[in-house]
């Protein structure tokens, strides 16, 4: 329930491990929040004692998803998150992966949405390495943010 700095995360993370918690890892844009979010985070949070969000930085967002994206800016997408009861963490992260933040958290559960393949997953290598585990959740049929942003936009259309 904060939005911490890298190494506020480290220490956040090595505290929990000195306790015997273990930590779970997922990460991504979460722009303009739904259900499909929020199911996907609550299911993450089952796998371990604790659950750290890896956030894109608004650059990492327009790189990945083009210019026109973030709609909300990174500080209250981590603000919203920061809020839900089953989020305990939330990082911002600049790169276009957070294989970097990976490394530095080693989470011992790493999630991810079952619309990646087991192979792509950043990090996969870090977490397994040390005996972690990587799970691809399922996703909620019928909500994505690209489908939300579409029907908004065939709304708008309709009313020029």
């Known amino acids: 329930m904060s939005i911490l700095a890298q190494a506020d995360a480290v220490a956040y993370v ?3 491990r000195a ?3 273990q930590l779970v890892f997922t990460n991504g844009v979460f722009d303009l929040l739904h259900p499909g979010h929020l199911r996907y985070l609550q299911y993450s949070r089952t796998l371990g ?28 997408r981590a603000e919203i ?3 839900l009861d089953c989020v ?12 970097a933040l ?30 972690g585990r990587v799970v691809r959740a399922p996703l909620e049929a019928g909500h994505s943010t690209t489908a939300l942003l579409d029907r908004i936009r065939s709304r708008q259309s309709l009313r020029t």
């Open 14 to 16: 090595d505290r929990l």
């Open 19 to 21: 306790a015997g918690k």
């Open 49 to 76: 004692d604790a659950l750290v969000v890896g956030v894109n930085s608004d650059r990492s967002v327009r790189s990945i998803k083009g210019e026109e994206r973030p709609v909300t800016p990174e500080h209250e």
């Open 81 to 83: 998150l920061a809020a």
């Open 88 to 99: 305990d963490a939330v990082v911002v992260f600049d790169e276009d992966t957070p294989r």
């Open 102 to 131: 990976i490394a530095r958290l080693q989470p011992d559960v790493l999630v991810k949405g079952a619309d990646w393949p087991a192979h792509a997953i950043p990090g996969r290598d870090t977490v397994e390495g040390r005996g």
